[in-house]
Structure formats: structure tokens, C-alpha cells
Nanobody, 121 residues
């Protein structure tokens, strides 16, 4: 059974940092991605990494504050978020891809349940 389990969300003050984790199990994946969805807004693609974590991609608005990494031994992908702002408040989702797609492709076929991140001003 394929599972993606996010953790690490919570309440943080503006300017603070959080690291989200996504533990993957059930099969091998070729690519991992992170998305977020704020209330009343569409889901937003943040970035992705390849199966090893050696290649990463970020949308322009995320460059410099967010970074994606992977621990292959733990089969876990991370989203490090720094200098958080109230507008970063959202549910953050991990996704995984079993197909060969461009690292910047928004298409993923497995999703986690999401973890809430709330940034207070």
C-alpha cells in the first residue's frame, strides 16, 4: 500500500522556520513534490526533487526561502521553510510521481493527507 505521510506542521511566528517531512512507503518513486493550498485559493506548486534528491526545482516565488531535500536511507523528503510570512499559512501537501516526467511538471499520482502550517504575525 502506497503511503505518503507528512509531519512537522504547526504554528510559528513570522520570521521563523519549519521543516516538513514526508515519509514515503509502498513503492519506489521517480520524483517528489511539495504543494500548498491556502483557504479560498487554488493549490500551488512549490517545487520538486528527483528520486535521489540530487536535482531540485523551485518555482520562482519559493527560491531563497524554501528548500527540498531527501534522505534516501529514511525514504523521507523534507521541505525546509525559512523566513516564514503570514501569507505562507496553508495546508502543505507532499506528492510523489511514479512516471518519468520533467522535474518541473505539476503532475503527480500520489498525495499525502496534508499538514497545516500557520504563521502568526
Amino acid at each position: 500500500q502506497v503511503q505518503l505521510v507528512e509531519s512537522g506542521g504547526g504554528l510559528v511566528q513570522a520570521g521563523g522556520s519549519l521543516r516538513l517531512s514526508c515519509a514515503a512507503s509502498g513503492r519506489a518513486f521517480r520524483r517528489y513534490g511539495w504543494f500548498r493550498q491556502a483557504p479560498g485559493k487554488e493549490r500551488e506548486f512549490l517545487g520538486a526533487c528527483d528520486w535521489s534528491g540530487g536535482r531540485t526545482y523551485y518555482v520562482d516565488s519559493m527560491k531563497g526561502r524554501f528548500s527540498i531535500s531527501r534522505d534516501n536511507a529514511k525514504n523521507t523528503v523534507y521541505l525546509q521553510m525559512n523566513s516564514l510570512k503570514p501569507e505562507d499559512t496553508a495546508v502543505y501537501y507532499c506528492a510523489a510521481d511514479s512516471f518519468y516526467r520533467s522535474i518541473a511538471d505539476h503532475g503527480f499520482d500520489y498525495w499525502g493527507q496534508g499538514t497545516q502550517v500557520t504563521v502568526s504575525s
